[in-house]
């Protein structure tokens, strides 16, 4: 995913005062607003120039942006560096409000985090909620698990200067939980004022790569490698599953490609999902004489032309 420059985006510098941020905002909005403008690619570009100022007018997004974009720079590409997005809380409304906004902001902020309005009655005494996103394992959706996570926040000290801060938190993991869904931890969010209630913490779940599983929804896929004649005559191979190693059979004529599906072996859940084998066919190296031999009888024996369809 590629790095946004925000400050780019409204032509401002960095360390840009908050009046000149919004007089820029100003300026671009009034070129760029889809009632009033002539550009063909208006629309776009004013979805870009509020995402940019929805960041940069905000102190806390402004503070984590602005970390992110210093690592971007000391590597001196143009993509972010491996697990930026994670574990990052940020305050206001909840995530799922809004979503007209671009994939790297709802990566950094959540799924189009916004800050909302004017606050609510109950807000006055609540806290306000926290959002973070975590990484976790499938093996502790398999079986559920209690993990220990590290967070990390900008604070605003007494002087008004960003600071980053670090906390860390036991999480229970249940049994299923999928891609997207939260778990939302009570009372560890902002404090209250004037002796009201904390607000919670959410935590949007994202799930790690896998060595072996892709996951889709509450189903999961695997590349199941076969031998040739495997694939030829059919058979039965051994493959692997959440629960454990499963016999399987292989339809004789199998095609690369070819999926085989098993009922409830995906991730469990009232209605578990499904585990597809995806049929890759492995042929044997040719690293021996013996091998060699081998291949040279298919070649006589097997009349056979993989390009007979492509035509003259």
């Known amino acids: 995913m590629e790095f946004k420059d925000y400050y780019d985006t409204l032509g401002v510098e960095r360390g ?31 979805r870009d120039i509020n995402e940019a100022y929805d ?5 806390e997004k402004r503070a984590a942006y602005d970390d992110l974009a ?18 990052f809380e940020f305050s206001g409304g909840d995530p799922r409000e809004e979503a007209d906004f ?46 220990e996570i590290g967070l990390r926040s900008m604070k605003m000290d007494a002087q008004g200067r960003p600071r980053l801060q670090e906390r860390k938190l036991s999480v229970r993991i249940p049994v299923g939980v999928r891609e997207g869904q939260r778990i939302r931890l009570a009372g560890q969010g902002m404090p209250g004022q004037a002796g009201g209630q904390p607000g919670d913490l959410y935590l949007e779940v994202r799930i790690k ?25 059919g058979g ?28 409830g072996k995906g991730l469990p859940g009232a209605h578990p999902g499904d585990l597809y084998l995806q049929l890759e066919v492995a ?14 009888r298919m070649a006589r024996d097997i009349p056979f032309n993989p390009r007979a369809g492509l035509g003259k």
């Open 55 to 59: 960041v940069l007018r905000d102190p």
């Open 283 to 296: 042929w044997p190296p040719a690293d021996t004489e013996a091998a060699r031999e081998a291949y040279r």
């Open 70 to 87: 210093a690592s971007v720079a000391a590597g001196g590409g143009h993509r972010p560096p491996p697990g930026w997005e994670q574990g």
């Open 102 to 147: 671009s994939e790297f902001f709802s990566s950094l902020f959540g799924a189009a985090q916004r800050r909302r309005g004017g606050p609510a009655r109950e807000s006055r005494t609540r806290g306000e909620d926290y959002h973070a996103m975590i990484e976790v394992e499938l093996e502790d959706i398999l079986l559920g698990a209690t993990r």
């Open 209 to 233: 790569p896998h060595r072996l599983y892709r996951v889709d929804g509450r189903d999961l896929s695997l590349t199941l490698p076969v031998a040739p004649w495997e694939a030829a005559l």
């Open 16 to 46: 840009v005062s908050d009046d000149d941020l919004r007089r820029a905002y100003r300026k671009l909005a009034r070129k760029y607003h889809p009632d009033v403008s002539k550009e063909a690619d208006a629309e776009a570009r004013m």
């Open 236 to 263: 039965k191979v051994q493959a692997p599953t959440p629960g454990g190693p499963v016999e399987v059979t292989i339809p004789a004529g199998s095609r690369p490609g070819s999926k085989l599906r098993l009922k």
